[in-house]
């Protein structure tokens, strides 16, 4: 009897044992995936930085060539009148001014001639100090050019690295989670982490919006300033535009340049098509649109073991943008177990809408953004196989349905 207790005091005790190392590893896994998930978000962030400087440093390029082109033609121009010039006063001969006076018997004829002799002076001088002005912001736009080259060469190097460092980090988040126990990774697992989480998530919800009481008047000043900067933009694109039919008209050498630059103004102005939402949330629903476009993986309310999914999943490449559905402030913006690196955005009103597994975090705690602000990206952060964004909207903590506000 007693040799069959010892047996069974044993096998409890070499269970809990496996179930202790197994939490212990479990944990430990979590932490280690939580730096890498942190570093791969931030490089990749650090990336996707220099490859929008590249493209804003090919764009500055492309810029101080046409007005290096735009410069050369208006001193060649510059050039040719004052030759004009040149040629009026040697048909006259060169003449003094006191000659021309002694030399006109008519007082009347002189002092037209004398008026003309002044005028050509003038206009000569003039000319002369703009050829001189156009020549030295020739010379500025081409040390520019350097400059920018240089810049240019340097964030191309800079990018290399960057994406070199990504693809390690990437190889040792795989190599971790091979690690890890099948099960691990499996689809109810990873439904099951979130549900761990959901306490956590909500106890945080509940202080972060409870100390968030200016943030209607927050949003109401963004949208002021934001009107204002637009406005301010439009005037300048009207500008460029006006200057580009000008340029035009006077070199038609250089009218296919300007007519790119009028096309790329015309698409900048029209290639937000994100639906500048203002209203209360409140209003909004069924005119919300989805924050990245994907496949739809899971659904609201997916039946799992542990209960149901209280936001959903949607399948999109990696790196893929995910913008924020409309304006608010950013009151989270961290590692989470479960949800990965996630970004919560407070819409006012107790409405709130949250990103999950992404791959970078483009935005801090207190920035207020706009409907269709790039937030984030798309990943695979917090232990899943395949990139994919987590999408949820909470009102006063409760999860309501995304499909039922989204179109």
């Given at each position: 009897?007693?040799?069959?207790?010892?047996?069974?005091?044993?096998?409890?005790s070499v269970a809990n044992s496996h179930a202790e190392i197994s939490v212990d590893k479990s944990v430990l896994l979590n932490e280690q995936l939580a730096e890498l998930d942190k570093l791969y978000g931030n490089t990749s962030a650090l990336l996707r930085t220099l490859e929008n400087?590249?493209?804003?440093?090919?764009?500055?390029?492309?810029?101080?060539?046409?007005?290096?082109?735009?410069?050369?033609?208006?001193?060649?121009?510059?050039n040719d009148e004052l030759a004009g010039q040149v040629k009026t006063m040697y048909a006259m001969g060169n003449k003094e001014r006191i000659k021309l006076l002694l030399n006109q018997q008519n007082s009347i004829l002189a002092s037209r001639?004398?008026?003309?002799?002044?005028?050509?002076?003038?206009?000569?001088?003039?000319?002369?100090?703009?050829?001189?002005?156009?020549?030295h912001h020739l010379e500025q736009l081409k040390k520019q050019n350097e400059i920018e080259t240089a810049q240019f060469e340097?964030?191309?190097?800079?990018?290399?690295?960057?994406?070199?460092?990504?693809?390690?980090?990437?190889?040792?988040?795989?190599?971790?989670?091979?690690q890890a126990t099948p099960d691990f990774l499996s689809n109810e697992q990873q439904i099951n982490r979130l549900k761990d989480s959901e306490a956590t998530l909500k106890n945080l919800l509940s202080t972060l919006q409870s100390s968030n009481n200016n943030l209607n008047s927050e949003i109401e000043k963004a949208r002021e300033l934001r009107k204002k900067r637009l406005d301010a933009e439009e005037v300048v694109q009207l500008s460029m535009l006006s200057k580009v039919k000008i340029l035009d008209d006077e070199q038609p050498a250089i009218t296919t340049i300007h007519k790119e630059k009028e096309t790329q103004l015309k698409e900048l102005s029209s290639n937000d098509n994100f639906p500048n939402l203002e209203?209360?949330?409140?209003?909004?629903?069924?005119?919300?649109?989805?924050?990245?476009?994907?496949?739809?993986?899971?659904?609201?309310?997916?039946?799992?073991?542990?209960?149901?999914?209280?936001?959903?999943?949607?399948?999109?490449?990696?790196g893929t943008e995910i913008h924020s559905?409309?304006?608010g402030k950013?009151?989270?913006a961290d590692w989470m177990r479960g949800y990965g690196l996630i970004i919560i955005v407070d819409h006012g009103k107790g409405y709130?809408?949250?990103?999950?597994?992404?791959?970078?975090?483009?935005?801090?705690?207190?920035?207020?953004?706009?409907?269709?602000?790039?937030v984030a990206s798309v990943g695979l952060s917090g232990g899943h196989d395949r990139a994919s964004l987590y999408f949820g909207i909470r009102k006063k903590g409760k999860a309501i349905d995304p499909m039922e506000w989204c179109k």
């Amino acid at each position: 009897m007693f040799k069959f207790f010892f047996s069974l005091f044993f096998i409890f005790s070499v269970a809990n044992s496996h179930a202790e190392i197994s939490v212990d590893k479990s944990v430990l896994l979590n932490e280690q995936l939580a730096e890498l998930d942190k570093l791969y978000g931030n490089t990749s962030a650090l990336l996707r930085t220099l490859e929008n400087q590249t493209v804003k440093q090919k764009q500055n390029l492309a810029k101080i060539h046409s007005e290096v082109q735009v410069l050369t033609l208006e001193i060649s121009k510059q050039n040719d009148e004052l030759a004009g010039q040149v040629k009026t006063m040697y048909a006259m001969g060169n003449k003094e001014r006191i000659k021309l006076l002694l030399n006109q018997q008519n007082s009347i004829l002189a002092s037209r001639m004398m008026a003309y002799y002044d005028y050509l002076n003038a206009r000569r001088v003039n000319q002369l100090n703009s050829v001189s002005e156009t020549l030295h912001h020739l010379e500025q736009l081409k040390k520019q050019n350097e400059i920018e080259t240089a810049q240019f060469e340097q964030n191309l190097t800079q990018t290399k690295l960057e994406q070199n460092s990504v693809e390690s980090i990437k190889k040792q988040r795989i190599q971790l989670l091979k690690q890890a126990t099948p099960d691990f990774l499996s689809n109810e697992q990873q439904i099951n982490r979130l549900k761990d989480s959901e306490a956590t998530l909500k106890n945080l919800l509940s202080t972060l919006q409870s100390s968030n009481n200016n943030l209607n008047s927050e949003i109401e000043k963004a949208r002021e300033l934001r009107k204002k900067r637009l406005d301010a933009e439009e005037v300048v694109q009207l500008s460029m535009l006006s200057k580009v039919k000008i340029l035009d008209d006077e070199q038609p050498a250089i009218t296919t340049i300007h007519k790119e630059k009028e096309t790329q103004l015309k698409e900048l102005s029209s290639n937000d098509n994100f639906p500048n939402l203002e209203d209360d949330f409140t209003k909004l629903k069924g005119k919300l649109p989805f924050p990245v476009m994907g496949e739809l993986m899971q659904k609201f309310g997916s039946a799992r073991e542990e209960g149901k999914l209280d936001g959903v999943i949607i399948a999109a490449p990696e790196g893929t943008e995910i913008h924020s559905i409309t304006d608010g402030k950013v009151i989270y913006a961290d590692w989470m177990r479960g949800y990965g690196l996630i970004i919560i955005v407070d819409h006012g009103k107790g409405y709130i809408s949250l990103y999950a597994f992404n791959q970078s975090l483009y935005r801090k705690v207190g920035d207020i953004v706009s409907s269709g602000d790039v937030v984030a990206s798309v990943g695979l952060s917090g232990g899943h196989d395949r990139a994919s964004l987590y999408f949820g909207i909470r009102k006063k903590g409760k999860a309501i349905d995304p499909m039922e506000w989204c179109k």
